[in-house]
């Protein structure tokens, strides 16, 4: 299903000049990963401790998107400047999942948003990521199917945290939103698992 992760090729593309650079300079791929778990710890700690303030929640969406360059950037150079290592794989997939939480679960704090479906959603999107990850044992493929991967994940909160930074009202449909996502993380799993076992029996 679509998701946007779909648009990663094209943004890996921009990045492309720069991430040679990068390699050039000595720059190293699992660095990167563990400087972007970093910052993202840092993002949630201001978020737990001013929950609801509005200059936090507007660092969300603007670090969220240079999150995103950063897990594109030790990516491509991992596969592309020959630095993949067996360190990086367990970097980069507990990397995303600790992030996630760290980013997300202090939302939960903000009075407008349910803390419930903020929890069930980062719960739900580390067995999605579990369940990608699986499926890349079972079949040798990482599965990213959408519609709720990681970037959607990422949009939702971006746009709810900005929202919210600027004063926007959050009742009531913020919870209908976040309803949304949960029912959308379901359907993700579902369908990683299915493409996941699709993938073992062609193999």
Known sequence: MASIYELKPAFQSLLRPLVKRMAGAGVRANAVTVVAAGLSALVGLALFVWPGAAGPLLVLPAFLVARMALNAIDGMLAREHDQQTRLGAFLNELGDVVSDAALYLPLALVASLNPVLIV????????????????????????????????????????????????????????????????????????????????????
Do not use: C, H
């Not at 890349?136 to 919210?164: H, I, T």
């Not at 993380?185 to 076992?197: D, K, M, V």
């Not at 699709?198 to 193999?203: E, N």
């Open 120 to 203: 069930l959603i980062v719960v739900l999107g580390i067995i999605a990521e579990m369940t990608g990850v699986i499926s890349q044992m079972l079949a040798g493929e990482r599965r990213y199917d959408g519609p709720m991967g990681k970037s959607d994940r990422a949009l939702v909160f971006g746009a709810l945290a900005l929202w919210a930074g600027l004063g926007g009202a959050l009742d009531p449909w913020a919870d209908w939103l976040l309803a949304l996502v949960l029912a959308l993380s379901l359907l993700t799993i579902l369908n990683r698992a299915r493409g996941g076992l699709a993938g073992d029996r062609r193999a």
